[in-house]
């Protein structure tokens, strides 16, 4: 059963602390998706990849935020140093693009909070 | 730029009653379309997609058709049960996957 695999499915930590968050898409899709969730923002697209090479991260803090694909089997969310207002839902999905668009599948996510 | 709209929630409903949900885009060329649905605690799954003008996505009792002249893609289901409160979100996808801001439905016995 493919499914995305996200960890830890939940963090507490406090503010300034460096935290990272880790995905495992799903065997031969090229390309992953970061969201973060929240109640006033709805989900919003942090960045994606595509066979390991960012497209957009635009969605994204950048002084505080990155996303790496260190291998096709893993991808990563880093925040340093944290803040009170990262605390959301963050997403990752994996879909397999090609000509025709397909559907993403998304991971359990994993809850952050920041005290 | 492009965009996804749905109504407003929460839609709150009787069992057995009919669910209209709005979706209209703006996005250049031809997206697909989805909806996707999100229960309590879990992350987002598919519920149906179209990829083309006039195609019409189903599951679970829930259709809807993706209409380009009116750049919309409305999810339906005649008759909806308590099984079915969750959030709803409308999508599309050209080469990034954007979504709307989703809509809650609550569903009463």
């Known amino acids: 059963d493919a499914r995305v695999t996200q960890t830890p499915r939940d963090k507490v930590t406090e503010m300034g602390q460096e935290v990272t968050m880790r995905c495992q898409p799903i065997?031969?899709?090229?390309?992953v998706f970061w969201y973060r969730q929240t109640m006033m923002q709805g989900l919003e697209l942090l960045a994606y990849f595509r066979n390991r090479a960012p497209l957009d991260d635009s969605g994204m803090p950048k002084d505080r935020f990155s996303a790496e694909m260190p291998d096709a089997t893993l991808a990563t969310l880093k925040i340093q140093p944290s803040e009170p207002r990262d605390s959301a839902v963050y997403f990752c999905?994996?879909?397999?693009?090609?000509?025709?668009?397909?559907?993403?599948?998304f991971g359990q996510g994993t809850r952050l909070t920041v005290v | 730029g492009n965009s996804v709209t749905q109504m407003e929630g929460p839609v709150t409903l009787s069992e057995e009653a009919f669910l209209t949900i709005n979706c209209t885009y703006t996005?250049?060329?031809?997206?697909?379309l989805f909806w996707y649905v999100q229960y309590p605690g879990e992350g987002l799954q598919l519920l149906l997609k179209a990829t083309k003008a006039d195609d019409k996505g189903s599951n679970k009792g829930f259709e809807a058709t993706y209409r380009k002249e009116t750049t919309s893609f409305h999810l339906e289901k005649g008759s909806v049960q308590v099984s079915d409160s969750a959030v709803y979100f409308c999508?599309?996808?050209?080469?990034?996957?954007?979504f709307g801001t989703g809509t809650r439905l609550q569903v009463f016995p």
């Open positions: 999905a994996s879909a397999r693009q090609g000509l025709l668009n397909t559907e993403a599948f």
């Open positions: 996005a250049t060329g031809y997206p697909s």
């Open positions: 999508a599309y996808n050209t080469d990034k996957l954007i």
């Open positions: 065997l031969g899709h090229n390309t």
